[in-house]
Antibody
Framework: EVQMVESGGGLVQPGGSLRLSCAAS????????MSWVRQAPGKGLEWVAK????????YYVDSVKGRFTISRDNAKNSLYLQMSSLRAEDTAVYYC??????????WGQGTLVTVSS | DIQMTQSPSSLSASVGDRVTITCQAN??????LNWYQQKPGKAPKLLIY???TLEAGVPSRFSGGGSGTDFSFTISSLQPEDFATYYC?????????FGQGTRLEIK
């Protein structure tokens, strides 16, 4: 069974940093693009970042470029999102999603990040 | 970035109704258009990819169509479990974008 489990969310002050992790299982992790998608409270879905199978290319939504870094460890079947200079508008549930080349066919349950003083 | 305009933003319908949601891109996205269903407190679920291909296990009452810049998503006969929020998503560009969502409510 394909499964992704996110962790690392929590409350952080504006300007702070946080690292999200996603542990994947049930599929060959290195065969897939992986992405982060977020959803602010009561709002729609927003793609945040994606990373190629071997980690050689990464793409970001403009609003997080220079502040967030996506990475992966194929040996550990894990995806990461390092977030810095966090703002109130980054408050959201962050989903780890399998895919990003064309579609997201499996999603984790999400982890909530709250940026507030 | 490619902008996706989804309509309507909300829709009230009854069990058994046929409903259609549209999604318009501000430039040609070929056939790279997907549809997702999201229920409250849950992760999104892929229903249709590449405009009209049903994901495995998705009931045939769901369908998609369109090309170029204009796309549609139809539920032929609404079931109680279909009341949810639906999103389109384009993948033609390296930077992926979603529509604003359509909340489907029970009339």
């Amino acid at each position: 069974e394909v499964q992704m489990v996110e962790s690392g969310g929590g409350l952080v002050q504006p300007g702070g940093s946080l690292r999200l992790s996603c542990a994947a299982s049930g599929f060959t992790f290195s065969d897939y693009y992986m992405s982060w998608v977020r959803q602010a409270p009561g709002k729609g879905l927003e793609w945040v970042a994606k990373i190629m199978r071997d980690g050689s290319e990464k793409y970001y939504v403009d609003s997080v470029k220079g502040r967030f870094t996506i990475s992966r460890d194929n040996a550990k079947n894990s995806l990461y999102l390092q977030m810095s200079s966090l703002r109130a508008e980054d408050t959201a549930v962050y989903y780890c999603a399998r895919g990003g080349y064309r579609r997201f066919d499996n999603w984790g349950q999400g982890t909530l990040v709250t940026v507030s003083s | 970035d490619i902008q996706m305009t989804q309509s309507p933003s909300s829709l009230s319908a009854s069990v058994g109704d046929r409903v259609t949601i549209t999604c318009q891109a501000n430039q040609d996205i070929s056939n790279c258009l997907n549809w997702y269903q999201q229920k409250p407190g849950k992760a999104p679920k892929l229903l249709i990819y590449d405009v009209s291909t049903l994901e495995a296990g998705v009931p045939s009452r769901f369908s998609g169509g369109g090309s170029g810049t204009d796309f549609s998503f139809t539920i032929s006969s609404l079931q109680p479990e279909d009341f949810a929020t639906y999103y389109c998503q384009q993948c033609d560009n390296r930077r992926i974008t979603f529509g604003q969502g359509t909340r489907l409510e029970i009339k």
